[in-house]
């Protein structure tokens, strides 16, 4: 199956770990995905709301708590609304947890990383994360 039949976009962080295994896993499968490093490029405001909207989430679903600036900006605040989460998300992209997954088939928050199987055609036969855990589709 040619690529553009079934493309993949992975909004990707290298330094996360189940970033890096869910892009494997999609390599293993043997896609070549379009890889947004969305430390680098930032988030729109227009991007977020449709890749939201995709998944049927709000805001807070997608928030990062662990190492990110969540708390002393006062986001954890049940009272703080979508509005402000998307702005503080544009302004310090990290806010985002990863990785998104966008296919034709869906979009999704791949944590853990084998939730990017839900998402593909083709799988791999098996794969092994970084940790060693082996995952059989």
């Known amino acids: 199956m040619p690529m553009s039949d079934f493309p993949i976009t992975i909004f990707h962080n290298p330094d996360c770990g ?21 430390l680098k490029t930032g988030w729109t405001r227009a991007q977020l709301d449709e890749l ?8 807070r679903d997608v928030l990062r708590e662990k190492g990110t600036p969540a ?17 503080a998300m544009t ?16 979009v999704k928050l791949c944590r853990p990383s084998e939730e990017v199987l ?5 799988k791999p036969t098996s794969f ?3 940790d060693g855990e082996v995952v059989v589709p």
């Open 18 to 38: 189940t970033s890096r295994n869910t892009l494997a896993m999609i390599r293993a499968a043997g896609y070549e995905p379009t890889v947004v490093e969305y």
């Open 52 to 59: 939201l909207a995709a998944m049927g989430a709000k805001p």
């Open 71 to 87: 708390a002393d900006l006062g986001l954890l605040d049940p009272a703080v609304t979508d509005d402000q989460i998307l702005d």
């Open 91 to 106: 302004q310090y992209p990290i806010l985002v947890n990863r990785p998104i997954v966008v296919t034709p088939k869906d």
């Open 118 to 122: 839900q998402l593909l055609d083709r």
């Open 128 to 130: 092994t994360k970084e």
